[in-house]
């Protein structure tokens, strides 16, 4: 009966959960951040960057998401801008009009140098991912 008790209290305690104080996985912690810097893009930005429309906005990253030294660069001449759906799809397979806005906004310079943290090695940690979200939520609390 004793054990009864312990188990339903700690069932109570942790609302159904199995693994009460769990750490997120990593997984969890890159949606997290993912969602979090497309909310705070779309925020920021509120149209369409290259063609003004406000309307299904998206996070759009001048470079590819896939290496984590760029993917949630949320810094004014950083990765991350807002486009709509229909220009967030075009430049999944033509890259140059957005590369060439980039480049009248900001610079060349900024640019190459974007493209050289693009293409340096970043590896986080999860404490790391957990650390860039508080950052980056705060930011975001902030717009």
């Known amino acids: 009966m004793q054990l009864f008790v312990e188990v339903f209290t700690i069932y109570l305690k942790t609302n159904g959960r199995k693994h009460l104080g769990r ?28 063609c003004g429309k406000t309307e299904s906005l998206t996070n759009g990253h001048i470079f590819s998401r896939r290496h984590y030294s760029t993917r949630w660069d ?23 009009e957005y590369y060439k806005w980039y480049e009248k906004k900001f610079g060349i310079e900024k640019f190459e140098e974007l493209r050289g943290k693009y293409r340096q ?23």
């Open 23 to 50: 750490k997120a996985s990593r997984k969890t912690l890159i949606k997290k951040l993912d969602t979090l810097v497309s909310k705070y893009i779309r925020e920021r930005d509120q149209f369409c960057v290259q």
């Open 74 to 96: 949320i810094s004014d001449d950083g990765n991350c801008h807002c486009q709509c759906w229909g220009c967030n799809y075009k430049h999944s397979y033509d890259n140059y």
């Open 121 to 143: 090695s970043k590896k986080y940690t999860n404490v790391d991912l957990e650390e860039l979200y508080e950052k980056i939520k705060e930011k975001y609390e902030q717009l």
